[in-house]
C-alpha cells in the first residue's frame, strides 16, 4: 500500500504521530516516479534535490513544533505553465525551453507558506491550448488506466501523476475544460474554482478573462484542503475577487437532503455516449437516495459554446502571446537577417501547429472589418451563455452532466481533426464562459476507462459543490479504484 493512498487528514495525523516523516513522502513520490514514469511521462522536470533538501529542513520543524498546517511537508506537481521561482517553466513549448523565472506565482508562494514540497513540472499541452496534451512541444504523456489513450488536456500531466500515484496531489489550469477533462480521463477529483477565487498571478496566460489555476486529488476532501491554501484575494491580479474564503472542509457533512439539481438536456443528448451518459443517470440515483431531487432543464445557448469560446480565447491568445519574440527571453532563431526577420522565425520555429492555428483564428477575429461580425459577436452570446446560468441557479442549487461524452480517446485518435478534438470539451467550456466553479469526480467505467461527472454551482459556492460531490463520494467507491501500471 502507498503513503498516498491516505486522505492528507490521515498523513497529517501520521506526521503528528512521528509514524512517519516529510522525507518519508518525498521519497514514497521519486520512488513511484522512478517506477512508473517511463510509461505514463507526466513530468518535464524534477525539482528532487530542493524537495529533498526542504524536506530535511521540515523534519527539523517537525521534532520541534507541535503546530503545523494540513499541507505541512505534502508532496506536489505544478502544471508547467505556472511560474516557480528557480525552476524551469517551459508552457511545453520550445520557445520557452530554458526559461527559469526569478519569481514565483501566487499560488506558489502560498503553497511554500504552507510548507508544501514541489516535485516538480507537469507536462501540458503547449500554452494549454489542446484537449489531450498531445500538442506538448516535448512529449506525450499516457493516461496510466491505458497507455495507449491520452491522458486528456490541457492540463493531461497533473491528471496522469495524480492517477499514477506520483503525487497525492498537482495544481493544473482550466480556460475551457483543461482541468475537469483530464480528472475525467484519468478517473481523479479535479475543480476549476470561480473565476477570481484563486490568483492569476504567475500563470502564463492563455486567454485571460477563462483562465483559472485549479487543484487536481484522489478525494474531495483533499481537494478542499488544497484549495482552502490557494484560494483569496490577491493585489497583484485585478481579477482577483474580494471574496471570504469559507472553511471548505467543514462543508463535507455528507447531507443533502431537499438538495435541487438541474440536469440540463442538452448535457444528455447528441455526442454524448449511451454508457456515459448511463453512468450519469445511475449516479443522480445514488443522489437521490441520498434525498436529493433532480429535474430536467434547458441551457439553450449552450449550442453556442463551442464557436464562441473559440473565437474568444484565440483573440485573447493571439495578443497574450505577442510578447514571445525572441527578444527578451526565451528562444530566439540563429539565422535571422533583420528585426522582423527575427521576430518571425523566432515565433516560426518556437511555437506549435495547434499555437499558430490559434494565433491567426485570433487575429482574425480581431481584425478590421471583422472584429464586430465575430468578436463582439461572441462576447454578447457570451453574456446570454451566463444568462442561462443565472436563469437555472434561480431555483436550483447544482447543476449536473458528464465531464466529457466519451471516455479518453486513443493516442493519435483525432489529431488529425482540430474541430473533433475541440468538440471534446463541449460540456466543460460554458462554465468558464460563465465564470462559474466546476468539478470532475469519478463516477463509473467503461471497458475499464474511467468516467467523470461534473457538478457546476453558483458563483463562488465551491462548499456546496464540494457537498454533493463527497456526499456521491462517501456513498460509492469510483474513488477506491486504481489503474495498474
Keep these: 500500500m502507498s503513503l498516498f493512498d491516505h486522505k492528507v487528514s490521515e498523513l497529517h495525523s501520521m506526521l503528528h504521530k512521528k509514524e512517519i516523516s516529510v522525507s518519508d ?78 519569481y514565483d506565482a501566487t499560488v506558489m508562494q502560498r503553497l511554500n507558506e504552507a510548507d508544501a514540497i514541489t516535485i516538480g513540472k507537469l507536462n501540458m499541452d503547449e500554452f494549454a491550448m489542446g484537449s489531450s496534451t498531445e ?104 481579477t482577483s475577487a474580494n471574496v471570504d474564503v469559507p472553511d471548505y472542509v467543514s462543508a463535507l457533512t455528507g447531507d443533502i437532503k431537499g438538495l435541487k439539481i438541474a440536469v440540463p438536456k442538452e448535457y444528455l443528448g447528441e455526442g454524448v455516449s449511451e454508457e456515459v451518459r448511463q453512468s450519469v443517470l445511475n449516479a443522480l440515483k445514488v443522489l437521490e437516495g441520498l434525498g436529493a431531487v433532480w429535474e430536467e432543464v434547458s ?37 535571422a537577417k533583420n528585426l522582423i526577420d527575427m521576430y518571425k522565425q523566432t515565433r516560426s520555429e518556437g511555437f506549435g501547429n495547434e499555437v499558430k492555428r490559434r494565433i491567426m483564428l485570433g487575429t482574425f477575429a480581431l481584425s478590421s472589418g471583422y472584429y464586430d461580425a465575430y468578436y463582439k459577436k461572441a462576447q454578447k452570446v457570451r453574456t446570454l451563455i451566463k444568462q442561462d446560468f443565472e436563469n437555472v441557479f434561480e431555483k436550483y442549487d447544482v447543476i449536473i452532466g458528464p465531464t466529457t461524452p466519451t471516455p479518453a480517446f486513443k493516442i493519435g485518435e483525432k489529431t488529425s481533426d482540430p474541430l473533433t478534438m475541440y468538440a471534446n470539451d463541449i460540456l466543460t467550456i460554458p462554465v468558464n464562459l460563465a465564470g462559474v466553479p466546476g468539478i470532475s469526480i469519478p463516477c463509473g467505467f467503461v471497458n475499464g476507462l474511467p468516467v467523470g461527472l461534473q457538478i457546476i454551482g453558483k458563483h463562488f459556492d465551491e462548499s456546496t459543490i464540494y457537498r454533493v460531490a463527497h456526499a456521491f463520494e462517501q456513498a460509492t467507491d469510483y474513488h477506491k479504484q486504481k489503474p495498474t501500471l
Design 25 to 102: 513522502l518525498v521519497d514514497e513520490s521519486f520512488k513511484r516516479i522512478a517506477a512508473v514514469e517511463d510509461k505514463v511521462q507526466a513530468f518535464l522536470t524534477l525539482n528532487e534535490e530542493q524537495a529533498r533538501a526542504k524536506a530535511k529542513e521540515l523534519d527539523e520543524k517537525l521534532a520541534t513544533e507541535k503546530e503545523f498546517g494540513l499541507l505541512f511537508g505534502m508532496p506536489i506537481g505544478i502544471k508547467d505553465n505556472i511560474v516557480t521561482k528557480g525552476l524551469r517553466t517551459t508552457c511545453a513549448s520550445k520557445i520557452l525551453y530554458n526559461f527559469e523565472p526569478i
Design 135 to 238: 500538442n506538448s512541444g516535448f512529449q506525450l504523456t499516457r493516461n496510466p488506466w491505458d497507455l495507449e489513450r491520452v491522458p486528456g488536456g490541457s492540463s493531461g500531466g497533473s491528471a496522469a501523476a495524480v492517477a499514477a500515484g506520483e503525487v497525492p496531489f498537482a495544481l493544473g489550469s482550466d480556460t475551457g475544460g483543461s482541468i475537469r477533462q483530464p480528472a475525467a480521463f484519468c478517473g481523479v477529483v479535479g475543480l476549476k474554482p470561480t473565476y477570481g477565487r484563486v490568483s492569476r498571478f504567475g500563470l502564463v496566460a492563455f486567454a485571460s478573462s477563462l483562465d483559472q489555476i485549479g487543484p487536481f486529488t484522489r478525494t474531495v476532501e483533499d481537494n478542499a484542503y488544497l484549495l482552502q491554501v490557494i484560494s483569496g484575494l490577491d493585489p497583484m491580479d485585478s
Design 299 to 335: 441551457l439553450p445557448h449552450s449550442k453556442y459554446a463551442l464557436a464562441t469560446y473559440y473565437l474568444l480565447a484565440s483573440s485573447e491568445a493571439s495578443a497574450n502571446l505577442a510578447r514571445f519574440d525572441g527578444v527578451r527571453y526565451g528562444y530566439r532563431t540563429d539565422n
